[in-house]
């Protein structure tokens, strides 16, 4: 156990000196302007999405993430507008992120639309070394809390209709250093994301709609990765769904409309790699309200079923 244990803080280290990759969630399908900021304001209404993720369970240090957005249409579905707030934490390393974003919705046909998406926000990234147990005390590295403030920004495009969406983002363009002490010399650097995702929805009958959806995550530095999912739902109310994260996890899905404007969302990981002898998979959960606001939504009804 202490071998993996260890196997698993050098890890950590070796993520830090070398890049940053953003977060891995099950369930982003349910919150895209997480992966891409010409999302917002697709949903029409007011939507406000809170995700929480537990990594790697029983797993000393194990990632935690969480995640907030909110995000309307404005001036008749024509722009969005948005923020973002993210917390994860690694070990004694934590990154909390506000970003802002922006979006121009361009129709392109009567039922389709080409949005342009922009962020720009700021992480604050803070490494604790006070928590550490070291042995070597006077290593000038290890001493203290560390904070860092790295302002980004991203973009992306999207194209949707009411069942289809195809997007493509990188939401992090900046390269900023991670560690800046004076007398420590590092190259480590937030590194760029890139993603392609999409998604299409059918209805085999009427009171059943099948939802596949796929994701690329490509990453300067890191492996190729990818997820394809399929959800089905009955009455627009229940659904339930299996996922495949490339040499990772599969993944179990559940989603639950508890009432109109509330939506629930469970995701269970189970790993595939080692890590399952010692951990009992992953557990993510969401909550997804939505609201029109008469005064700037109107009339005009909801899209799409993303």
């Known amino acids: 156990m202490y071998r993996y244990i260890i196997l698993f803080f050098l890890g950590l280290i070796t993520g830090v000196a070398y890049g940053q990759q953003k977060p891995v969630q099950s369930l982003y399908m349910f919150d895209q302007t997480l992966l891409n900021p ?5 949903h029409v209404q007011l939507s406000a999405t809170f995700i929480n993720r537990n990594q790697w369970i029983n797993f000393p240090g194990a990632p935690v ?20 707030f993210t917390r994860d934490k690694i070990g004694i ?20 639309k080409l949005s342009m998406g922009l962020q720009a926000g700021f992480n604050h990234l803070t490494s604790d070394y006070n928590a550490l147990v070291i042995r070597d005390l ?3 590295n290890l001493q203290g809390k560390l904070t860092k403030m790295n302002p980004n920004f991203g973009a992306g495009l999207y194209y949707y209709t009411e069942n289809l969406y195809i997007g493509f983002s990188t939401p992090y363009l900046l390269e900023n250093k991670i560690v800046d002490v004076e007398g420590v010399l590092s190259e480590a650097r937030q590194s760029r994301n890139y993603y392609i995702h999409g998604g299409y929805t059918f209805h085999p009958s009427p009171n059943f709609m099948v939802k596949p959806y796929a994701l690329i995550r490509m ?20 659904g339930t769904g299996i996922s495949y994260r490339s040499n990772d996890a599969i993944i179990f899905l559940f ?6 404007s509330l939506h629930l969302g469970y995701a269970y990981d189970y790993t595939l790699s080692d890590i399952r002898q010692h951990s009992n998979g992953s557990h993510e959960i969401m909550l997804n309200y939505r609201v029109k606001i008469p005064k700037i939504h109107k009339t005009l009804p909801c899209p799409s079923y993303f």
């Open 38 to 42: 010409a999302y917002t304001g697709s």
């Open 219 to 238: 990453q300067e530095g890191a492996p190729f990765g990818w997820d394809i999912n399929m959800t089905v739902v009955y009455k627009e109310i229940v």
């Open 255 to 260: 989603e639950l409309r508890l009432l109109p």
């Open 93 to 112: 390393h934590e990154d909390f992120g506000l970003f802002a974003n922006y979006a121009f919705h361009l129709p392109i046909t009567k039922k389709a």
């Open 138 to 140: 006077t290593d000038p």
């Open 65 to 84: 993430t969480q995640t907030f957005s909110i995000h309307s249409s404005f001036f008749d579905s024509k722009v969005g507008g948005g923020l973002i």
